[in-house]
């Protein structure tokens, strides 16, 4: 999904890079998402079910780059919350993305929440990059997410 210069749009409940079931990497050539040009306003995912990626949840898994990637420095009120990203469904096995979880550039944009239904859940993959200590040349951000444990899902 490439979305030039969008506005007001929101990507909800979507399998992203797998089979139907969630559970075999098809891939895309590219990112799962990637919003570039300036774009604003825009909401990847929201409250989920904590444990499980239902309703608002995007599951961005099995991608040949990242799973989100906001490569433009202008864009701004991105929220990217309650995803899985490089996993299946049930959040226990991995299906990676080849590159970060989560690349973002921008000011004003949201990763996660406090509420456990808006984490992203982000494993079998590189480290999100939105977990970088910010550059204020680069991005400004509400981490708002919760590293409960680290290990690898096999």
Not at 3 to 15: C, E, K, M, Y
Request: charged residues 20%; contains cysteine; negative net charge.
């Amino acid at each position: 999904m490439d979305s030039a210069a969008a506005t007001n749009l929101i990507i909800q409940g979507n399998f992203i890079g797998t089979d139907i079931n969630g559970t075999t990497a098809i891939g895309n050539g590219d990112s799962g998402i990637e919003i570039d040009a300036s774009a604003s306003d825009i909401l990847i995912g929201g409250l989920s079910d904590p444990g499980v990626c239902s309703k608002a949840c995007n599951l961005i898994s099995g991608n040949d780059d990242h799973g989100i990637l906001v490569d433009d420095s202008g864009s701004e009120g991105i929220v990217i919350q309650g995803n899985f990203i490089g996993t299946d469904p049930s959040g226990t096995l991995a299906v990676p993305n080849l590159q970060d979880g989560i690349d973002i550039d921008g000011f004003g944009n949201t990763v996660g929440g406090a509420t456990p239904g808006l984490v992203n859940l982000i494993s079998g993959t590189e480290l999100p990059r939105a977990g970088r200590p910010p550059d204020p040349d680069r991005c400004w951000l509400d981490i708002g997410q919760r590293i409960a444990a680290v290990r690898a899902i096999d």
